[in-house]
């Protein structure tokens, strides 16, 4: 899904045919730098400044996000998306309108109204995104496995280049579930969700910063049991 015609500031790359790892290597060739890890992807600013790219390589809560900004295309409390691409493995790239943190305050006040349906003193935009996110979370939960629902808290709201509040990546996956059951039972993994959609599943940051040595091999003996 494209909201822009004009993709000339995109690396042109055949993204269907590229895992994540050769996305992130390709676009650090082109100069873009990066500049954050969360738990599911890394973020990487464009060498103009103006866009970032979140490259992951699974994560099918942000494809909600996605729909959000389609079905919402142009509401000025959600930020500018360029491309959004699908890749090999069931990976993603977004290409996004950079924005910077927002103050601790001003972002936690706003994360908490949106929360809690309080939406004094905001404008019908903001409450645009509030129900369209409401049901995008319903249809998501009716239909994906390890889906979490809603997740907004301050460190979803930034800052856009123009001064405007916008809210990020404000939908999540039930991690712990999800790779409590690759220890678990990994077949039912695979009958709940393809297995080449996920799979870089064991490739997302988290994984990479919060376990040991003995929980990384614990997961790849898991994962490769049935090959």
């Known amino acids: 899904m494209a909201e822009h015609e004009d993709h000339s500031r995109v690396p042109e790359l055949r993204w269907a045919s590229l895992s994540h790892r050769q996305v992130l290597a390709a676009l650090i060739e082109a ?3 990066p500049s954050g890890v969360g738990d599911w992807a890394t973020g990487l600013r464009s060498p103009d400044g103006t866009l970032v790219a979140r490259i992951c390589p699974f994560d099918p809560a942000y494809a ?37 943190p927002a103050g ?25 995104v509030r129900d369209a996110a409401g049901k995008i ?13 809603l997740d907004l808290n301050e460190a979803h709201v930034r800052r856009a280049l123009d001064g405007r509040l916008i809210l ?6 039930d991690g712990a579930a999800l790779y409590g059951m690759i220890l ?25 910063r919060e ?3 003995a929980e990384i091999a ?10």
């Open 168 to 173: 990020i990546d404000i939908f999540c996956m």
């Open 184 to 208: 678990d039972d990994l077949a039912e993994v695979h009958r709940r969700m393809p297995r080449d959609r996920m799979r870089y599943v064991l490739e997302i940051p988290y994984i990479a």
């Open 218 to 227: 614990a997961l790849r003996n898991a994962w490769s049991a049935l090959d």
């Open 31 to 33: 100069g873009w730098v």
């Open 137 to 149: 979370d319903a249809s998501y939960r009716a239909a994906t496995p390890w889906w979490d629902g």
């Open 64 to 100: 909600a996000f996605v729909e959000l900004c389609r079905v919402c295309a142009g509401n000025p409390w959600l930020p500018k998306i360029e491309l959004a691409a699908e890749l090999e493995g069931g990976g993603s790239a977004v290409f996004l309108e950079y924005a910077a």
């Open 104 to 128: 601790p305050e001003v972002a936690e006040e706003l994360a908490e109204r949106f929360r809690d349906g309080d939406g004094t003193g905001f404008d019908d935009e903001f409450q645009q």
């Open 211 to 213: 376990s040991s040595p």
